[in-house]
Structure formats: structure tokens, C-alpha cells
């Protein structure tokens, strides 16, 4: 079956440009999470969706970031006055539950946003 | 979750094991070890986490030891498709807000060769 895809695969945008990146996850999934990976370093967490709610966003660095996932399935996330340092690959990785069970996360290959 | 320390880089022949060391020394009752790599350029996948017991899949084992402050990842052949970053991971299963997240540290850069 369809893994997790993540669209773009790259983007390029300029520094205080607004970029949003999409995430579908497999389906039936209920469970979606974000991390972005710098070059060098392991995946940072950023927020984890159970169904439609954020059930913990304190991995978002600062209030220009804002993750949505309004009908419990596709999620995007959403990035305003981007900044050099936003530069990264943004993964996102669904699992069939959230917590306390634990279910494997399945990642997708990444969005690589690159700001000039 | 606690702290993990992994070596930054193995080497291993191609069908040999590679035996991949991970230090947990804070772990604490609740909380399991997982196992996840990342091959160059695609997102981690899971391998196999366990609590205290050994445990064994088709791609790898686990061994944890009695006091369960490290583990070890075995992967009994390795192939030149094993090289990756492995990455050990402490995450309690249950209770608070934060058990949803998977936190990775630097993880360990394993090269197989021929």
C-alpha cells in the first residue's frame, strides 16, 4: 500500500516569504507528526496530531510555525516569515494509534526547504 | 525521556554481524528502547524496541542488559543495504503529554563494506 508522501520534495523560497508544506499520511492513520532534520543531526520533534487536535506542539520553535489537520488525515504545515535557519528537511510520520499503545511511526522521504 | 549515548561511527563487513552499542543510564521503569535508522536521503524506520526482555524480528535483535542501562542492536548479516544511521531511542509509553514524540540524538553513521 501508499506509504506517507510529503509534497514538495524541495522548495525553494526567499527569506519573509509564507511556505506550506503537505503531508498525507497512510490511511486510517489517526496519529501524524512532525520533525524537521538539519544537516548532521537526528530528527528535532515538532508536533504530534491525534485525529484532528494537536496533542502536543511544544516542539514548534517559535509562533511562525503553525501545523493544521482539519479533517484527521492530510496535515500541512505552515511557516510565515521564513528565515534562513527554517532551512532543513521537514519529515512527517503517521502511526495507526497515538499513545499510551505504542505503534510504529511510518516517516515519508521529506519536504527539503531550502531559504535564500 | 532519557539520555542516550551512541558511538558516532562503525564499520563492519558485509555478512558479518554488526553489533551496534547503545548507553541508557538514566532509563527509567516505563520507559522502552527503541530502534529506528535512516538510509541517506529517504525519513527513519523503525527496526524493533523492547522494554527489558530480548526481542527479535526479522531485520534485527535486541539485546538489553539486566539492569537495562545499555542495549545492543544486532543485525546477524550485514548487507551493504544496512548502512545507515541508527539511532537509539528512550521513550516512556505511557502518561504525560510528551510520550507521542520519538527525541533522537546524533545516532551512530554505520558503513558495511565489501
Known amino acids: 500500500g501508499a506509504g506517507v508522501s510529503q509534497t514538495p520534495s524541495n522548495k525553494v523560497t526567499e527569506k519573509g516569504k509564507y511556505v506550506e508544506l503537505r503531508c498525507d499520511p497512510i490511511?486510517?492513520?489517526?496519529?501524524l507528526y512532525w520533525y524537521r532534520q538539519s544537516l548532521g543531526q537526528g530528527p528535532e520533534f515538532l508536533i504530534y496530531?491525534?485525529?484532528?487536535?494537536?496533542?502536543?506542539d511544544s516542539g514548534l520553535p517559535n509562533d511562525r510555525f503553525f501545523a493544521v489537520r482539519p479533517e484527521g488525515s492530510v496535515s500541512t504545515l505552515k511557516i510565515q516569515r521564513t528565515e534562513r535557519g527554517d532551512s532543513a528537511v521537514y519529515l512527517c510520520?503517521?502511526?495507526?494509534?497515538?499513545?499510551?499503545?505504542?505503534?510504529?511511526?511510518?516517516f515519508g522521504p521529506g519536504t527539503r526547504l531550502t531559504v535564500l | 525521556d532519557a539520555k542516550t549515548t551512541q558511538p558516532p561511527s562503525m564499520d563492519c563487513a558485509e555478512g558479518r554481524a554488526a553489533n551496534l552499542p547503545c548507553n541508557h543510564s538514566?532509563?527509567?521503569?516505563?520507559?522502552?528502547v527503541y530502534w529506528y535508522r535512516q538510509i541517506h536521503s529517504q525519513g527513519p524506520q523503525y527496526i524493533i524496541h523492547?522494554?527489558?526482555n530480548n526481542e527479535t524480528n526479522e531485520m534485527a535483535s535486541l539485546i538489553i542488559t539486566e539492569d537495562r542501562k545499555s542495549s545492543t542492536l544486532i543485525l546477524p548479516h550485514a548487507t551493504l543495504r544496512d548502512t545507515a544511521v541508527y539511532y537509539c531511542?528512550?521513550?516512556?509509553?505511557?502518561?504525560?503529554?510528551?510520550?507521542?514524540?520519538?527525541?533522537f540524538g546524533q545516532g551512530t553513521i554505520l558503513t558495511v563494506h565489501p
Open positions: 510520520a503517521s502511526s495507526l494509534l497515538g499513545p499510551p499503545a505504542y505503534n510504529e511511526q511510518f
Open positions: 490511511s486510517g492513520h489517526t496519529a
Open positions: 496530531f491525534q485525529g484532528t487536535g494537536a496533542a502536543d
Open positions: 538514566t532509563i527509567s521503569g516505563n520507559e522502552y
Open positions: 523492547g522494554l527489558k
Open positions: 531511542i528512550v521513550r516512556g509509553n505511557a502518561g504525560g503529554t510528551s510520550y507521542g514524540k520519538l527525541t
